[in-house]
């Protein structure tokens, strides 16, 4: 009388990421761990571009304070700003040195944020790690960059234009805090398509859907575009507005690649 021996069941048939990785699990003590060392380094390098761009401080200032300094002597107008204050100088200096420094130290931010994120992927999902660092960094750049280049100036010179018959006298505080917030907020929204991305990798929305809401997302764009522009001047919200749409038909597009690569991978299970 024969009998037959069957294999036993392995521990973990399903292995979760974290045992796919490294073979086991990290305590909540290590994540924690795990977390502080990334924060560090991230720290860490944020001062080091900080020291560097506090160095050429003086030419990142005359690079940034360029439109409106152009719209200015265009206009006949004085193109030094002033301050009222003696410390203004400086601190306007360790302001500008430190956001240019987190926009310089960007993408090693973003990289220990998937090394942190990347332990609790599985395997086929990490490698989506390289382009979304690339991808990130290169919209919050190109959003700057974008509003610096076409939305700053546009909106400057309708400003400066509209007030001509008075003499102007902006203060170094105020022009950082308008061009700063008006550049960040262009490039976090240049984001858009990340964001977009994200979800269809994990089927909240589909091609679909975005492509149903498109005249929804014209106008969520359009209100967006007005609310980042400081003027009233359609030219300039206008230049805001088209790229806003252009980077959700984007979206569309990259949500289409994410959801046809599912299908294959599923198609390719099934046989």
């Not at 040195?97 to 944020?113: D, E, N, R, T, V």
């Not at 209100?223 to 507005?241: E, G, K, L, Q, R």
């Amino acid at each position: 009388m024969s009998t037959s021996i069957q294999n036993p069941p392995t521990k973990n048939p399903s292995p979760g990421p974290e045992e796919e990785s490294n073979g086991k699990q990290m305590s909540f003590l290590e994540h924690l761990e795990e977390l502080r060392v990334r924060l560090l380094r991230s720290i860490y390098s944020i001062i080091v571009t900080t020291g560097i761009c506090f160095y050429f401080r003086d030419a990142i200032y005359a690079y940034l304070a360029k439109p409106l300094t152009d719209a200015l002597h265009a206009l006949n107008m004085p193109e030094k700003l002033v301050y009222t204050n003696p410390v203004d100088p400086f601190n306007l200096y360790i302001k500008l040195s430190i956001m240019c420094g987190i926009f310089l130290a960007a993408p090693f931010i973003l990289w220990q944020l998937w090394l942190f994120v990347s332990p609790g992927l599985y395997r086929n999902e990490k490698k989506y790690v390289w382009p979304f660092v690339t991808l990130t960094s290169a919209l919050f750049i190109s959003g700057g960059f974008f509003a610096y280049k076409l939305a700053l100036p546009k909106a400057l010179w309708f400003l400066v234009e509209f007030g001509r018959q008075f003499t102007p006298m902006v203060t170094i505080n105020e022009y950082w805090d308008l061009a700063i917030s008006i550049m960040l907020a262009v490039g976090l929204v240049f984001e858009l398509p990340v964001v977009i991305l994200l979800l269809s990798i994990f089927g909240i929305v589909t091609p679909r859907f975005l492509w149903k809401n498109f005249r929804y997302a014209v106008l969520i764009t359009a209100i967006v575009a007005a609310a980042i522009v400081p003027t009233n001047d359609m030219a300039s919200i206008f230049v805001v507005w088209i790229p806003l749409v252009g980077l959700y038909v984007l979206s569309i597009g990259l949500s289409w690649l994410v959801y046809v690569k599912k299908r294959k991978r599923k198609q390719h299970a099934e046989t």
